[in-house]
């Protein structure tokens, strides 16, 4: 057993908050919960979705507030600009080393350099990607995760450090991870049991949106859909998505073509020069 960090009495939580499915989810946990949540985002600056991810989590905090049965306190939200994160060319090249053999986005490397700086993060990645999700998979080619059991928080994973290469403890040991062995639907299972879907409902998860709704073409979208949760999006987004589908394939073939084209274009085009060269006859004097 372990205590998390108390402050006046009471245990409190830092939880990186996305306004997502996933770490909504991990919010509405708490909400059960008699702690103090301390909710970070952080801004990459890149993100189109930036403005709903807020509007969900602002209105997602008011619902949580009025609830009967909410348990928890939430503090006001931390925002960090992901510029004003510690550089930490450690935790930098720990990131490459395990990002040449995984496809962990970039993300993981700021995320890391935070994780340093807020002790016991929650991070709600999710394992909705069979066998492993891409962070599961890099943690365990290179080490182990372990379950905890806190007194107030319930069970939550974090690295074995025991038996982790010290690249995968400086990119994945700082977290707790409460939430790594669910997926989408356990935590819809779990949210209906709870009552509390019209929350999960506010979640925002696309990345362009067109007039104020998910596209249903971005890598989000799309990921909600095979997840199982396309009720998320409108007939047009699914219409889209149904329609890329169709059309990947054949711009695959495409691109694919074209690229045999040219390369024999560049093949017939080097063999033909000196014959050409030659047909002038400028060195064959
Ligand atoms: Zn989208």
Redesign the pocket.
Known sequence: MTKIQANNNKAVVNLLWTGGWDSTFRMLQLSTKDVIVQPHYLIDGKRR?QNYELEAIRSITEDIRNLVSNKCTIRDLILVNISEISEDVDITLAYKNVAKNHKLGIQYEWLARYSKMVKNLEIGDENGSAPDSILLGAIRANGAIKKMTDDIKGEYYIVDKSVSSGDIIKVFGNYHYPIVFYNKLLMKKEAEEMGLMDLMNKTW??????DGQ?????????G?IKKGLEYR?SKA?RRRYKRKKLIEPLMKTYIIRSAGKLKRLIKTTKLQLPLKWNSYGTQST
């Open positions: 979705s998860f696309c990345h362009t949106p067109i998910p596209c249903g073409i971005c890598v989000a979208c799309a909600t999006l987004a």
